[in-house]
């Protein structure tokens, strides 16, 4: 395990750390949390991706910029926070309930369209190097790489997230 990969598990633990310190729910999304579900580190991660409800993206994104993470400032603050520490950057993307109680993005330019009805609601918890996690379902995950190039003109499909669905529907269909 390389030292980028410990570094990357250390802010895990620090952020899960955060939201219960605070009260709040966070759900680790992206390639980590593929690898949570897997139980193992299937490939390098740029970053580390997070969901937090709207409500409370200000409050975890305060206390780790008052612990030494800076905030990278990349979105307008109500689509999502990116912060870096070392080398290692995190980005928590705002989750909301529509009137009629489903999923939705909490803020941006697709702020109330829908999410995966699973996303959260099946609470999964992965686990890697002994550290539990709530993570986004795996069918969830699946179905938000398979339509990112649909909901986002432009937006390509990658290799990463190709073999990404491919675990992940290896790992679901094993008994």
């Given amino acids: 395990m390389n030292a980028l990969v410990r570094a990357q598990l250390v802010a895990i633990t620090e952020v899960l750390d955060a939201a219960n310190e605070l009260g709040i ?22 970053d580390v991706d997070w969901f ?10 305060g206390l780790l910029i008052s612990r030494g993470w800076v905030d990278l ?36 330019p697709f702020e109330g369209e829908p ?7 099946n609470a999964v918890v992965g686990e890697l190097e ?3 996690c709530p993570i986004i379902s795996p ?3 699946i179905e938000i790489k398979r339509m990112m ?21 290896a790992a679901l269909r094993k008994p």
């Fill in 25 to 46: 729910e966070v759900w680790l999304r992206g390639g980590w949390a593929m690898d949570f579900f897997l139980g193992q580190v299937t490939r390098a991660h740029e």
């Fill in 149 to 169: 190039p649909v909901w986002v003109p432009g937006f390509r499909r990658r290799d990463k997230d190709i073999g990404d669905i491919a675990r992940l529907e």
């Fill in 115 to 121: 999410y995966p009805k699973d996303m959260i609601g």
């Fill in 73 to 108: 400032a990349v979105h307008p603050l109500d689509q999502q926070r990116d912060l870096l520490r070392d080398q290692v950057e995190i980005g928590f993307a705002p989750l909301a309930r529509t009137d009629s109680g489903g999923l939705a993005v909490g803020g941006g």
């Fill in 130 to 132: 002994s550290i539990c």
């Fill in 139 to 141: 069918t969830a995950q």
């Fill in 52 to 61: 937090v409800w709207h409500k409370d993206m200000t409050l975890i994104s």
